[in-house]
């Protein structure tokens, strides 16, 4: 008996001990639990923000994980990529068991542009856990602050500046009719309007002996030739766009197919212009002379009020008739219209056609104040600026006063208002600034058109605003054209002058150039400095008498 009970024991103390040694095991070698990999936080130079601007182009970014990293999943598990081209190398420096990474790029980064550092889930720890989510930030490198060109006095940058634009309208003006393209990739296609800038542009060409004042007059006797016998007229007025080797009209919408009355204004502003400056009794410029003499007395000015309406109207079609139907008001662009109507020699316009269809009967009045500038007349903030520059390429601002504003006050506050606006940047558009400065219609991108301006601002700064904008803000408009030629002159400086538009905030420059923007920019300058322009066309007997009957007064009247 005592022999069995002994063995029982001894067996159950063998048991005991086997439990007792295998709990033992399971306490020295846990079961592994899963890893999270993760990013904690990234931050470019310190800045934890997703999207940064301006930064300097050999970055610090701070990549902190909650697992140490496995560097050899780096190369492929980390890219800096800009918006085109190959990525970027990095160099590495690990630090807190490599949870920490510190990378700056092998070399500097390219200025004005934008980079994507993708993290991505291919990145993983040293227990090869890949990364939980992949992540992506972005960041626009910094303006190069260094001149791209060497710095020259402030009367050989306008002159640079003017001789440079002006090769758009010579060298690049159709070689048939001699008229402007539309813009730099536009071939065959013309532009009514941007011909009566450039032929505005030849003339401050000639006095600034860039050219001849026979080629001068040579090439826009070509195109009076080209208008009188090649082109459709529509009332005496032209379309919009024509086919420069053919003189044939393209429509530049479905329905406007025919007469531009505001784009006809624009060419018999410069056509009017040139007449008074070719002025010699040389056989040429004699000849010239009556020519713009019958184009501009072909204009039917008050026909296009439509019925005798106390209002002009902007389009006719052939096919259409008044189908677009759309009334000539201010305030805009289209002051010069009622001016180039009232000033006709055989078909002008009586004074309630202006107070009625332009002034609106005083409805066009503003007169309240932004950044501590009154506005007289037009939309809040001001609109955009090329309101300020295609009627005052030919009229003169300057001490001009009617019922309604006084047109300097009018133009000088509006250009302040526009550059306070950029000044301010209350979107915060990165570039915008005291220097880099200017809205108004232009190109933008995507292949784009718009018409900046405060209350239409997408971040587009386009050179011609605050460059044809100098007679009103001098010094505005000098600090801002250095800052385009001497700082962004790398990006935005051509065979043309200046591109047509740019954007910092999210890097884009055009490579366009168009007539309408190009013109002012020389024409403006001129005024600005010698009133050139501004005297030829209120020196026309027509022009005095057509701006007295509407009620204006002014020095030069």
């Known amino acids: 008996m005592t022999r069995c009970f002994n063995c029982m024991y001894l067996c159950m103390l063998i048991l005991l001990t086997s439990v007792s040694c295998k709990k033992g095991n399971d306490n020295a070698t846990p079961v592994p639990t899963a890893e999270t990999f993760n990013i904690i936080s990234a931050a470019v130079n310190g800045n934890t923000a997703s999207a940064q601007s301006g930064v300097n182009p050999s970055p610090l970014i701070r990549l902190s994980f909650t697992a140490p990293v496995n560097r050899a999943s780096v190369a492929n598990g980390i890219t800096l990529t800009p918006a085109s081209g190959a990525a970027a190398a990095l160099n590495a420096v690990y630090q807190n068991g490599d949870s920490l990474m510190i990378l700056q790029p092998a070399t500097a980064l390219a200025y004005i542009s934008k980079y994507t550092l993708e993290i991505k889930n291919s990145l993983t720890s040293q227990r090869n856990t890949s990364l939980s989510a992949a992540t992506s930030i972005s960041f626009i490198t910094a303006i190069d602050s260094s001149d791209k060109f060497p710095l020259l006095t402030d009367n050989a940058l306008l002159d640079k500046v003017q001789q440079q634009t002006f090769k758009y309208f010579w060298e690049f003006g159709h070689p048939v009719s001699g008229m402007a393209r539309e813009r730099n990739t536009s071939g065959d296609l013309v532009t009514t309007g941007g011909t009566g800038f450039g032929i505005m542009a030849m003339v401050t060409a000639v006095n600034r002996n860039f050219i001849t004042r026979a080629d001068g007059a040579a090439r826009v006797l070509k195109i009076t030739d080209f208008l009188l016998t090649n082109c459709s007229k529509y009332h005496g007025a032209f379309a919009h766009w024509l086919n420069g080797a053919t003189g044939a009209t393209i429509p530049f919408s479905t329905d406007d ?199 239409n601002d997408i971040g587009v700064i386009s050179p011609t605003a605050a460059v044809s904008s100098i007679p009103y803000t001098p010094t505005e408009s000098m600090n801002a054209l250095k800052f385009f030629y001497y700082k962004l002159g790398d990006k935005i400086w051509g065979s043309y002058g200046f591109a047509d538009a740019f954007s910092l905030k999210d890097p884009w420059f055009a490579t366009s150039t168009l007539a309408i923007d190009q013109g002012p920019i020389i024409v403006m300058i001129e005024n600005y400095r010698t009133g050139l322009l501004w005297n030829l066309f209120t020196s026309a007997p027509e022009i005095k008498n057509g701006m007295k009957n509407l009620g204006f007064t002014a020095p030069y009247l």
């Open 257 to 455: 197919n025919g007469a531009d009355l505001v784009e006809t204004s624009y060419l018999m502003q410069g056509l009017i212009t040139a007449r008074q400056y070719f002025n010699t009794t040389d056989a040429t410029e004699t000849g010239l002379r009556n020519k713009i003499n019958t184009l501009w007395n072909g204009v039917e000015w008050n026909w296009f009020r439509q019925g005798n309406q106390n209002v002009l109207y902007w389009h006719w079609s052939p096919d259409k008739a008044w189908t677009i139907n759309a009334k000539v008001s201010g305030w805009n662009e289209a002051l010069i219209t009622y001016v180039m109507a009232a000033s006709s020699n055989t078909s002008p316009i009586p004074k309630i056609v202006y107070d009625n269809g332009w002034a609106r009967n005083s409805a066009m009045k503003n007169n309240s104040i932004y950044f501590g500038y009154q506005l007289p007349l037009g939309p809040a903030l001001g609109g955009p600026l090329f309101f300020e520059h295609y009627s005052f390429m030919g009229i003169n601002p300057n001490g001009l006063t009617d019922a309604y504003a006084n047109y300097q006050t009018q133009a000088i506050n509006h250009s302040k208002i526009n550059y306070e606006y950029c000044r301010a940047n209350p979107k915060q558009w990165y570039g915008y600034s005291n220097l880099c400065w200017g809205l108004t219609a232009s190109d933008v991108p995507n292949n784009g058109y718009n018409a900046n301006a405060p209350d």
